[in-house]
């Protein structure tokens, strides 16, 4: 335990911290759960999810499928009774997941940065750059042959285009460079 | 009724959704509505952003703002991507972070001050355009058709601007001003799996089985956001293998069927580029064109 919660860190401070003030409020009255589509793949209900972040069970949280299975339908949000910004705070977690290099979401974490990489690059999402890239990254057979038919069936509407080396374009790398300044600046002032 | 707007059509609408492209800019083109594309527009940082950064998120989205508020601050922006319109959306809401926001816009000399209205396309044409305008120019009456109305989540949640987030009706009046019928289900606000089909494949398989079962009765499915429609349509041999049971269905954008409705051809809204039609579809298509 003690060298998984190593890089997990502790709730007291910083983005978690701010997470579990967020859901202080929480009754536990499972409205969230009730109203989630993806509870029934999920290790953990959101309900329980919510009530280990006040306890500060961060290894828990970070080792559950739960935040990562949110597909952001906003209708516990929607629905909550107490107001609370759930799918954001799902968001949240996913963030502070690949953060921390958590292997266990490495898939999503990856997809995640590889888009970010690809809009970074090109300004606009190049699909067939991104799927190439992601599915090299992953470094797994199953992923890519699951999706080959889809992909086949694009290409021959014209829809995907094979990918060709691209130039970079560089439209965004000012606002991404600006907003990774701004954000360790934050984290800065925190920490001290 | 304005007779221009701001158009955002976002990343897929040049990819893997560009009949929603077509169709749109078809359809808007018969009601003699101008679109307008927001000059050099950029990624809205779709659902990877806020899984990644929330202030990233809000900059990207908010680039696009800025770019619409120098061109034209007066003209609402019309976003056919739920995705897309959310993500634009949440600038606005989000005041206590503007500040910060205007920083990084501030190196490409761009500035949110009174950025332009963002819209959903379905917001527009339920209650800009509304169905008495479709119903006027009605020249292929789709009678006896029946519609199953998918809305999907992000035009409706988390900002319920336009229509109930949980019982949506807004497509309704506009599926009957084309002849057709209204299918009545209870799926019409559930969440299609988004991107859990290239991440979490099983359990967006799932969620897409329960939509589709319960569209069986319907002769077509519309819809108004791309992560929908290809979740809907491109799963459809997947999921009827997995269930046993033959789920196979046209879906179609609503501008299409809007499109079709009022004489446009097939290729005019981009139709011979969808994944899921049927041969019954299409004859009952060519074989209604009011004389």
């Known amino acids: ?192 | 009724m304005k007779s221009a707007y701001l158009y955002y059509p976002g990343c897929t609408l040049e990819t893997t959704a560009v009949e929603y492209h077509r169709a749109t800019r078809a359809l808007f083109g018969r009601l003699e509505v101008d679109l307008v594309e927001i000059d050099d527009w950029t990624c809205c940082g779709a659902s990877a952003a806020e899984a990644s950064s929330p202030l990233l998120a809000l900059c990207l989205a908010a680039r696009n703002l800025a770019l619409a508020e120098a061109q034209a601050s007066s003209s609402d922006i019309l976003v056919p991507c739920s995705a897309c319109y959310l993500n634009l959306r949440r600038v606005a809401v989000n005041t206590a972070q503007l500040q910060r926001v205007n920083t990084v816009l501030a190196k490409e000399q761009l500035q949110l001050a009174a950025p332009p209205a963002v819209r959903h396309l379905l917001d527009i044409l339920s209650r800009d355009v509304g169905a008495a305008r479709i119903a006027d120019q009605i020249g292929r009456p789709l009678d006896g058709l029946k519609v199953a109305a998918y809305y999907g989540c992000q035009c409706l949640r988390p900002y319920p601007v336009f229509d109930d987030p949980e019982r949506p009706t807004s497509m309704a009046s506009l599926i009957q001003a084309t002849g057709a019928e209204v299918f009545p289900w209870e799926m019409g606000a559930r969440c299609c799996g988004a991107a859990h089909l290239t991440t979490k494949r099983s359990v967006g398989l799932k969620l897409v089985a329960e939509i589709l079962v319960a569209a069986r009765g319907a002769d077509l499915v519309t819809t108004v956001c791309p992560m929908c429609q290809l979740n809907l349509e491109a799963y459809q041999g997947a999921v009827s293998r997995a269930v046993g049971q033959d789920l196979a269905i046209p879906v179609l954008y609503l501008p299409q069927l809007l499109g079709l409705a009022m004489g446009l051809d097939g290729e005019a809204v981009g139709l011979p580029l969808n994944l899921a039609l049927s041969e019954a579809l299409m004859m009952r298509l060519n074989g209604a064109v009011a004389g």
Not at chain 1, 30 to 48: E, I, K, V
Not at chain 1, 93 to 105: F, P, S, Y
Not at chain 1, 160 to 181: E, G, I, N, R, T
């Open chain 1, 1 to 192: 335990m003690m060298t998984r919660s190593a890089t997990i860190g502790s709730v007291s401070t910083g983005h978690l911290s701010r997470m579990r003030t967020a859901v202080q409020a929480c009754i536990q009255c499972g409205t969230c759960t009730g109203s989630c589509p993806n509870a029934f793949a999920m290790d953990r209900t959101p309900r329980q999810l919510w009530r280990l972040l006040l306890l500060g069970e961060m290894v828990e949280i970070f080792h559950s499928q739960t935040f990562i299975l949110c597909s952001a339908c906003y209708l516990c949000t929607l629905r909550c009774p107490r107001g609370l910004p759930l799918t954001e705070l799902m968001a949240g977690l996913k963030a502070e997941a690949a953060k921390r290099g958590i292997g266990c979401h490495r898939s999503s974490s990856l997809f995640y940065d590889s888009f970010l990489a690809n809009v970074r690059r090109h300004g606009r999402v190049r699909e067939m750059a991104l799927m190439t890239r992601y599915f090299t990254r992953l470094g797994r057979l199953g992923p890519p042959l699951a999706n080959m038919g889809l992909g086949r069936r694009l290409m021959r509407k014209g829809k995907l285009k094979p990918s060709w080396p691209q130039k970079s374009s560089a439209k965004l790398d000012q606002l991404f460079a600006c907003v990774a300044a701004l954000e360790a600046e934050a984290d800065g002032a925190r920490e001290s």
